[in-house]
């Protein structure tokens, strides 16, 4: 005899499963209310994971972007990127939560506006990022450009000035976000005079005693110095 489960029509099946699912984003919802920083982050990241099936708690997680504890901060933004919510009211806040944030809620905001596909804010805001006291958010504004590749094309003036930033990581990086843009004249003279200029990641200065808050990972280069990245950006150019 065919169990009755397997008589559940597949229609009545899907609406109580979707049933099931509203149930579980309710709940984070309601966690979003808590009294505790870590249930509202816990809870603003669980959301994230549901992607697009917890979408309707998107207005309480923009919300959230002014919550007084950073962690909640980057949370509500790390989900807002997970639902991938084409929204412009999500973009603007999220836009609005790299201004005067501390680097976890800027970075965070940044990853999801690339998420979404905000490319015009994001190469705006990786722009004003680039200016940033925080080697952390200066070296996530230089991945998020390298990421928009031709898109970037309005952040090269700063992305120019960032071959002198003081970590080398950052200068690296800039160089390779310019890198589909080697064939301009500025461009090329800018990476030559910057190659230059460097030297060896052991005669760098110590990112602490540059005011750094917090150490940085720094990329992987194979053994290389930042001026032999920068001549063979210009060797290889755009490829």
Same mark, same amino acid.
Request: hydrophobic share 45%; proline share 7%.
């Given at each position: ?27 984070? #919802?309601?966690? !979003?209310?808590?009294?505790? /920083?870590?249930? &509202? @982050?816990? $809870? *603003?990241?669980? %959301? +994230?994971? =549901? ?10 997680? #923009?919300?959230? !972007?002014?919550?007084?504890? /950073?962690?909640? &901060? @980057?949370? $509500? *933004?790390?989900? %807002? +990127?997970? =639902? ?10 999220? #836009? ?6 501390? /680097?976890?809620?800027?970075?965070? $905001?940044?990853?999801? %506006? ?126």
């Amino acid at each position: 005899m065919l169990s009755i489960r397997w008589l559940i029509p597949v229609s009545i099946l899907s609406v109580l499963l979707a049933g099931c699912g509203d149930k579980k984003v309710e709940k984070e #919802v309601q966690a !979003l209310k808590s009294e505790s /920083p870590e249930e &509202r @982050a816990s $809870a *603003a990241l669980h %959301l +994230g994971k =549901m992607g697009d099936k917890a979408t309707k708690a998107a207005p309480e997680l #923009v919300k959230l !972007l002014d919550d007084p504890e /950073p962690k909640v &901060r @980057a949370a $509500a *933004a790390v989900a %807002l +990127g997970g =639902m991938k919510v084409q929204d412009e009211k999500v973009v603007a806040a999220l #836009v609005v939560a790299t201004e005067e944030s501390p /680097p976890e809620v800027q970075t965070s $905001a940044m990853m999801s %506006l690339q998420a979404l596909e905000a490319d015009s804010d994001l190469v705006q805001v990786s722009i004003r990022m680039l200016n940033s006291a925080s080697a952390e958010v200066r070296l996530n504004a230089t991945l998020r450009l390298i990421e928009l590749k031709k898109k970037a094309e309005p952040a090269i003036p700063a992305l120019i000035q960032a071959l002198s930033d003081p970590i080398p990581d950052v200068r690296v990086h800039a160089a390779y976000a310019l890198r589909p843009f080697v064939d301009r004249e500025d461009v090329k003279l800018a990476l030559m005079a910057a190659a230059q200029a460097e030297r060896d990641y052991k005669e760098a200065p110590d990112p602490e005693k540059l005011g750094v808050e917090k150490p940085i990972k720094m990329h992987e280069h194979r053994g290389e110095s930042p001026r032999e990245e920068m001549e063979k950006i210009l060797k290889k150019g755009r490829k």
